[in-house]
């Protein structure tokens, strides 16, 4: 019935530190020491003029092991979205979600997110996240069930490079 593609608020940045090391120990124990021992304590960040800040979420940019540390504590997110929503279709690339199904089970998927979320630092940036519906008349039953939380519309939209809608939205 329909699409929901979920844009993250500053992904990276916000990542929760406490939960994503605890993770990698859990998935991908040969990671684990080099992350543990990078990010379990603050890092100094020296501003101009000598003044310091400390970083203490998220990952660091530059460091190689960003992508797959964040994509691997990001697992148990979206495992524990798939188990208490067997029947929405989900992809994941980096901080972007996309989930596919009937619109009231979508609806219950994305508040799962949204609660479950906060505890890895993953926060819905609701002004970038779409529901796409079939037709017009899904339209409003969308609003009725969700609201303001994401932006709604029938007609495409990009995704990984390609289009979401009909041939009519491919062309445009």
């Not at 040969?30 to 990010?39: G, M, P, Q």
């Not at 890092?43 to 530059?62: D, N, R, V």
Request: overall charge positive; some cysteine.
């Amino acid at each position: 019935d329909s699409v929901l593609l979920i844009d993250a608020s500053n992904a990276f940045n916000c990542l929760n530190r406490a939960v994503a090391l605890h993770n990698i120990q859990v998935k991908c124990p040969i990671l684990a020491t080099y992350l543990v021992n990078t990010y379990r304590h603050p890092a100094k960040l020296f501003i101009a003029g000598g003044k310091t800040i400390l970083s203490m979420e998220g990952t660091t940019k530059g460091d190689p092991l960003t992508m797959p540390w964040y994509s691997l504590s990001m697992t148990t997110l979206i495992n524990s979205l798939r188990a208490s929503t067997p029947e929405v279709k989900q992809v994941w690339l980096a901080d972007g979600a996309s989930a596919a199904g009937k619109l009231d089970v979508l609806n219950k998927w994305y508040k799962n997110l949204e609660v479950e979320g906060k505890d890895h630092g993953y926060f819905v940036n609701c002004s970038k996240s779409w529901l796409i519906v079939k037709d017009r008349g899904m339209e409003e039953q969308a609003k009725a069930i969700f609201g303001n939380t994401v932006k709604i519309t029938c007609e495409g939209k990009r995704h990984l490079g390609a289009v979401i809608g009909s041939e009519d939205d491919k062309k445009t």
